[in-house]
């Protein structure tokens, strides 16, 4: 009996030190599962931390502070199932445009401008022509003055067509920039611009648009001058090629990849078959009446059911080398006059059936490219200047299809020659529907440096003591700003015979104060 109650007090004792440790031990299970929930919630909010800068890093930056307002384009970040949702919207009218991909961002309130304080009463009602109303007699005229006519069957609805556009953005000066975009502001659906830090040989740059509080305080400059109701990004784009590879393929292999991503952005904001791609330089325009027309005219090139063969839309180009008053004279035999000018032929629009990324490769299927089979110019005779035997013979036969034309990136649209139709107006001076406004940089080294390493790059540029000898085109540019002009050149704005002219060039005070500008650069130059 004393020894079942020493054994009973025994195992009362242990018990007693067993409830005693449980409370510790549960204590120390809670602080695990803690400790093991704290660690999984860091690791899941790392995991996403990292996708939004792998996100970001492939697409834009803005810097925003707290003071902002609302405003601007670019593209964003909606849910998988509401973005599946609006690329199922079957779109009938333009006016109801999806959002698919698209975002706002906000801008700090520093940084906001107000383009309209500087328009002139002319620029403004050049500039406020948006309406949702289509105003058919007024198409109808507009569409003329081109050769079009407006739409008139069931094909062809009368609406807008959507315009997106791509270029690749540098060291443009802000008054180019600011030329070009008052010609398209609030006409395009989407603005994609693509930068990198390298020029076309190679040549390391710095950013402009990314890195820097400067740099985000340019981008959200660079967002509000294409109108509020245009969507504008900025990609970024790092070569992994280098200059052995450059000169074993081509010199504008470079530029050539890096508008690809214009492609990517289209696709991203929503582009359709219907809607229509413009590619070009930044210093270049459609002029804003036959944007207009691109938007709404029966242009063959934008009819459904295209073959993809030749279905490019190129401008006319009046070209003013270095300043407003100093262009090129572009009209032959006008009044007797035999005069010896040039025009441009960029930018180019395409329906975006035969835009690669948003066409159908079944119909269109792709041909062989210059690198990686894949990339780059289009392989001779596979599609190269309107050659295609290549192309039928040994992709469209075995297909069993005859006539059809592979898909076109953006290189394709700007650098492919003889594949389409270049438009002038009809009127008596054959006026144009685009504008180049060409070396419109701040100083001599600049305009060395872009001859020295941007497309088809020349070496010799930057020892040349002249800026006249830097290039053909800048000959007539020194003389211009000296006051020598020949036949090959306008004598001055007011004397361009034409019925188009540039919006920004309309206030006389830019005019003079970038032909001052010129002067001065010249000045200096020749004083050397």
Known sequence: ?????????LSQTQFSRRQKRRPRQKKLASIHLLVAAALALALAIATILYAIKLYYSRTHVANLDDKVISSQHL???????????????????????????????????????????????????????????????????RCASYGFELPSNAKMPLRRRRLFYGALISADTEEVIKATSMEQYNIFHTVSLIESNSTQNLTPKQWRFFGSEDASKELNWLYQLFGPKTKVSVDYYVTSLNKAQIKNFYELLTENLQREGNLYRWKFNGMRPDDVAIVGDIDETFSRDFLRALQICDVPQFRPGQSCRSPKVSASTLMFEASPECSWNAVKNWMGRNAEGRRWYHPDAMLGECVDQIGDTELHPPTKRVYLGS????????????????????????????????????????????????????????????YHFHNFFESGEEIRFKYATYGHADSKALGQPRLRGVHRALDMAVNCALGKHTKKAEISFESIPSSSRPIYYLNEEARKARHSMWQDIVRRDEEK
Do not use: C
């Not at 592979?406 to 394709?412: A, K, T």
């Open 75 to 141: 593209p964003p970040a909606q849910n998988d199932q509401n973005r599946k949702k609006e690329e199922q919207r079957i779109i009938q009218d333009d006016r109801v445009a999806p959002e698919t991909d698209s975002h706002q961002v906000q801008i700090p309130k520093n940084d906001v401008v107000d383009l309209s304080a500087s328009w002139s009463p002319l620029q403004r009602e050049l500039l406020d022509d948006d309406s949702d109303i289509i105003n058919v007699e007024k198409e109808r005229e």
């Open 1 to 9: 009996m004393a020894e079942r109650q020493s054994r009973f007090s």
């Open 375 to 434: 990339h780059g110019s289009r392989k001779d005779f596979y599609g190269h200047d309107n050659e295609f035997s290549f192309y039928d013979s040994n992709i469209l036969v075995d297909l069993n299809m005859k006539g059809q034309g592979p898909l076109w990136f953006p290189h394709d649209i700007r650098q492919e020659n003889f594949m389409g139709k270049s438009v002038t107006k009809k009127d008596m001076w054959k006026s144009p529907t685009g």
